[in-house]
């Protein structure tokens, strides 16, 4: 084979990046392969770090995942600052849950009653208070709930700081797709790149996003049941800061949600919609982001639009991850993420590496539909 390494990464998002940035921190040899590194669903998503205020009723375990993955943030985000030289804006001041219409409050008081129930720190508060705290909010806002712990970074500064802190630590960044898996004796041992090289590694980790369940060369069984789930996302530019924390909220049962940055942008989001491979940003998608965020903070629409795109978040069918070593020997997983790509990064990273506790590895195993009746 042309080139060896310890561990070859499949897919330069945030998943694959922060896992080979770990390795190369390790002193393995490191190679990540990706036509178009931080391109795909990281170069979408919003950068919510929200495991208290995206909690629901049936996702308990993936909330332990997010808790324990925010809770490894702060220093992460500071490590990987100071190894790129790069600014995360990452943030810390919280997110405001927020209500609209009558039935949208009944939604968010049952919803609080749960946080509470589980022991999480968020706040109830009036209309009124979340207009003190966030004075851009329509008068219709009928209240709100404050979960003080969360937190948000930019995914696009993430990226490009670990593609950084990664050059840096001395891996290689192999700029093809991935035409197949190669075995031998039952175990993964390479890749074939799209331009005929092949690579050969001690483990591949395939990070592939909602391309992970369609790369040839591995058995139907080791193949990670994902799936793509389209969001559209809207990001709006405001010559002075609109909001100060990220704001979720509910409209007539529709979900939208506000985040701030730093330089004024702020970012609209998202839908999610079942349409396969489907990256088409349609008006119809971007005019439901913006029917909702108007009826909550109705300045919105007198901003710039900066930038308006459609990722592809990768699915499963429990919405966990799968993180872990694989049923084929020499191949681990870290894809499944949906919503939560980057939030989980840090976790993901631990797990690959065995820094992380049993009960974490268990939920995220990609063994776990097998072991099912």
């Not at 508060?125 to 709930?145: D, F, I, N, Q, S």
């Not at 088409?280 to 007198?302: H, I, K, N, Q, Y």
């Amino acid at each position: 084979m042309a080139h060896r390494f310890d561990v070859l990464v499949i897919g330069g998002g945030v998943i694959g990046l922060s896992v080979a940035w770990r390795a190369a921190g390790r002193g393995l040899r490191v190679a990540v392969a990706d036509p178009a590194p931080a391109s795909g669903a990281s170069h979408a998503a919003a950068g919510m770090l929200a495991p208290v205020s995206e909690v629901t009723y049936t996702e308990e375990p993936l909330l332990r995942l997010g808790l324990a993955s925010l809770q490894r943030w702060p220093a992460f985000a500071a490590e990987l600052a100071e190894a790129s030289g790069h600014d995360l804006d990452y943030r810390t001041d919280g997110t405001l849950d927020v209500a609209f219409g009558s039935d949208d409050l009944a939604a968010l008081d049952d919803l609080a009653a749960f946080v509470d129930k589980l022991g999480l720190p968020a706040e109830r508060l009036t209309g009124r208070e979340c207009r003190r705290l966030e004075p851009m909010l329509a008068p219709a806002v009928r209240g709100g709930m404050l979960a003080g712990g969360d937190a948000w970074v930019d995914p696009r500064r993430v990226t490009r700081a670990l593609l950084a802190a990664l050059e840096r630590a001395g891996g290689a960044l192999l700029r093809s797709r991935v035409a197949e898996v190669l075995t031998a004796s039952d175990a993964v041992t390479g890749v074939r790149l799209a331009t005929g090289e092949t690579v050969g590694a001690d483990r591949v980790v395939l990070a592939a996003g909602a391309w992970s369940g369609n790369l040839a060369g591995l058995p139907p069984e080791a193949l990670p049941p994902v799936r793509p789930v389209k969001g559209q996302i809207m990001r709006l530019r405001s010559p002075a800061p609109v909001l100060r924390r990220c704001v979720r909220g509910a409209v007539h049962g529709s979900n939208v949600y506000l985040v701030p940055r730093g330089d004024g942008e702020v970012v609209l989001g998202a839908t999610q919609e079942e349409m396969g491979f489907d990256t088409r940003v349609t008006a119809g998608g971007l005019w439901e982001l913006l029917r909702d965020a108007r009826e909550l903070v109705p300045g919105v629409t007198e901003l710039e639009v900066a930038d308006v795109v459609a990722g592809l978040r990768p699915g499963t069918p429990d919405n966990l991850p799968l993180v872990g070593p694989a049923s084929v020997p020499g191949l681990w997983l870290a894809t499944g993420h949906h919503r939560g790509g980057v939030l989980l990064a840090p976790l993901t990273a631990d797990l690959c590496w065995g820094e992380a506790d049993r009960e974490l590895s268990t939920i995220c195993s990609p063994l776990r539909f097998r072991e099912r009746p």
